[in-house]
């Protein structure tokens, strides 16, 4: 995690303290349990020392609970209600669980649905049933953006300052593996051109397959991004591309008009969205 970067440290209305307190919270992973402030400090870049004092108001808040026994600390239900009270709010989330269950059943992979979280995304509403056993992500696991389905999906549907912001974002994170991050997510925009969907085979998890799908609502919020994913041996590129991603781009296109949002495209409209060599090369100038 990085720390806060110059442009909002030096902004006169950023809580820079606010903000380092978030980030100890951030820290703290679905599978975790307990962190001590060494632990804290390493996966925030912030000073031990510091990383104390947070850990100690943060107790006195309650939002953190110690342990004594192992030196670390622990979430408390004060801070795990914040995410909750977010989940309520994600009208998406329940509105897209019949849809997402339909897909899962016809599929047999793993079907999510995210935002962004940082460099990241984050899952906020999972279906997965009895035949994905190896993808074993459930709500609050993170993928990368940059070479997640989900997350290729999610940077081709923002706007293109957002995109450009986004990038400076990556390749901060990234320093010298952002070159070939930055490949990965230019093929992906040519495909997302050609097909209306992302995919990644291998290129997060060696052995997942999976086709991502951004969702734009009119209502200010998101975008948000759909996944289906499956071991690698059975998405295969081209069922992904032949099968599975069509599948999951039907199924998020009538989400949005559920939702209020765009009215479902019909191919022919998907396929003149970007050319290759047209609008996606010229952006992903920008991402370099």
């Given at each position: 995690m990085k720390r806060t970067g110059k442009k909002t440290a030096t902004d006169r209305n950023f809580v820079v303290a606010l903000s380092r307190g978030l980030d100890v919270l951030r820290a703290f992973e679905p599978n975790d349990g307990l962190l001590g402030n060494q632990e804290i400090a390493s996966r925030t870049n912030l000073p031990k020392p510091t990383v104390s004092r947070l850990t100690y108001t943060l107790t006195k808040l309650g939002y953190l609970a110690p342990v004594p026994r192992f030196e670390k600390y622990q979430l408390t239900p004060a801070a795990m209600s914040l995410g909750y009270a977010a989940l309520a709010n994600l009208g998406v989330r329940h509105l897209s669980e019949p849809f997402r269950e339909e897909v899962m059943r016809a599929t047999g992979g793993a079907v999510a649905v995210g935002g962004r979280d940082r460099h990241s995304m984050i899952y906020f509403g999972q279906s997965r049933g009895s035949e994905t056993v190896g993808v074993q992500l459930d709500v609050g696991s993170r993928v990368p953006i940059a070479t997640s389905a989900m997350g290729r999906a999610y940077f081709w549907a923002l706007d293109e300052h957002d995109r450009a912001e986004l990038?400076?974002?990556?390749?901060?994170?990234?320093?010298?593996?952002?070159?070939?991050?930055?490949?990965?997510?230019?093929?992906?925009?040519?495909?997302?051109?050609?097909?209306?969907?992302?995919?990644?085979?291998?290129?997060?998890?060696?052995?997942?397959?999976?086709?991502?799908?951004?969702?734009?609502?009119?209502?200010?919020?998101?975008?948000?991004?759909?996944?289906?994913?499956?071991?690698?041996?059975?998405?295969?590129?081209?069922?992904?591309?032949?099968?599975?991603?069509?599948?999951?781009?039907?199924?998020?296109?009538?989400?949005?008009?559920?939702?209020?949002?765009?009215?479902?495209?019909?191919?022919?409209?998907?396929?003149?969205?970007?050319?290759?060599?047209?609008?996606?090369?010229?952006?992903?100038?920008?991402?370099?």
């Open positions: 990038s400076r974002v990556l390749r901060e994170h990234y320093g010298s593996r952002w070159p070939k991050m930055r490949d990965g997510l230019e093929r992906s925009g040519e495909t997302v051109a050609k097909y209306g969907f992302a995919i990644s085979v291998g290129d997060w998890h060696d052995d997942i397959g999976a086709a991502g799908v951004a969702l734009k609502l009119n209502d200010g919020t998101g975008p948000y991004a759909f996944n289906c994913g499956a071991p690698a041996f059975r998405f295969t590129e081209e069922r992904l591309i032949n099968d599975i991603g069509p599948r999951l781009l039907t199924m998020v296109r009538n989400i949005e008009a559920a939702l209020g949002g765009l009215m479902p495209h019909s191919k022919k409209q998907d396929s003149k969205k970007l050319k290759s060599g047209g609008k996606v090369a010229r952006v992903a100038e920008g991402i370099r």
